[in-house]
């Protein structure tokens, strides 16, 4: 196995998915339609729930850089374990490695790392599809973060209600999602936030809101949300850095990359909601003017 890979097993599936055969893109499909969880049943159990062989199994393990099926199995058991660590857990696997250097220079090598490894792996044509369906207006667009993607889905927001109409936070006490959903046109938008440890709350609502035909757009961490079998559009962002806590400093560049690509494709209309909306701050004394 490639030890300085460093890509979850997701990422090599979709890293090699145009070298695979018919039936190596027939397993592949199956793995993430239902990962990790398929990944982790025996090799026998894993082939009959794809379609395929046993011998296509480890063929394919073998492609993504394991040594067979019982090593890719290894890393997705490594990997759930990754997705449940608590911010104790996770302080403790940075505290067991050799501290080189001042935090913050460690903290922002890793950010950077992180940013290298995302791009490298993020479509553009899928950012390009995601920034197209926001920007339609015909399409009404609602947000909503967990405990702590909160904040980014907030971040979101607040530009998005500026760039164009139609668009809705979810608030975030979770009783009154279905009063959401019960909104939710056939075409609509959902773009949600969800890292490890990954909510029960935001799978639930991705899949109230797939079942009335709403367009899911996934924020998520390199592992994946399990709300990711419900989006149609996925972003996959590496989150670690040497803390107790997970870095969303990705995340944000990707939704305000986002962000500036839609406000692009409607600007004539972002600029006549922008000059209203300075109107209505001046009306209001929201900020202060020097001159």
């Known amino acids: 196995m490639d ?12 890293g090699a998915f145009e070298t695979l055969t018919r039936a190596e893109r ?3 499909n199956a793995l993430l339609d239902n990962y990790p969880l398929l990944g982790l049943e025996s ?15 480890v063929r394919m393990a073998k492609k993504l850089g394991f040594g067979g099926f019982p090593e890719m199995q290894a890393a997705l058991r490594a990997e759930l374990q990754a997705t449940i660590s608590n911010p104790i857990a996770k302080h403790d696997q940075w505290a067991e490695s050799p501290l080189e250097g001042h935090l913050l220079s460690r903290f922002a090598d890793a950010v950077t790392e992180n940013i290298r490894q995302t791009l490298n792996q993020l479509d553009k044509r899928t950012f390009d599809a995601v920034a197209d369906l926001l920007a339609d207006e015909g399409r009404n667009v609602h947000v909503v973060g967990g405990r702590i993607t909160r904040s980014m889905a907030d971040h979101f927001f607040t530009h998005m209600q500026v760039i164009r109409p139609g668009v809705t936070q979810i608030a975030s006490n979770s009783n009154s999602w279905p009063h959401y959903v019960l909104n939710m046109r056939a075409g609509d938008i959902l773009v949600a936030f969800d890292i490890r440890r990954y909510e029960h709350d935001i799978l639930r609502l991705a899949e109230m809101a797939r079942a009335r035909d709403v367009t899911v757009v996934l924020f998520t961490d390199q592992w994946g949300s399990p709300a990711a079998r419900h989006a149609a559009h996925r972003f ?12 969303t400093a990705v995340i944000l560049f990707i939704a305000e990359a986002l ?4 406000e692009t494709r409607t600007w004539e209309t972002t600029r006549a909601r922008m000059n209203e ?8 004394r929201l900020f202060r003017k020097f001159v």
Do not use: C, M, Y
């Open 259 to 262: 962000i500036a690509a839609i």
């Open 43 to 57: 090799i026998t159990a894993v082939a009959d729930s794809a379609g395929v062989s046993t011998p296509t199994v």
């Open 236 to 247: 996959h962002a590496r989150i670690q850095v040497p803390s107790a806590w997970d870095s």
């Open 26 to 28: 027939q397993l592949a």
């Open 277 to 284: 909306l300075e109107e209505l701050f001046d009306k209001t």
């Open 3 to 14: 030890a300085s890979n460093g890509k979850t097993v997701a990422e090599r599936l979709r």
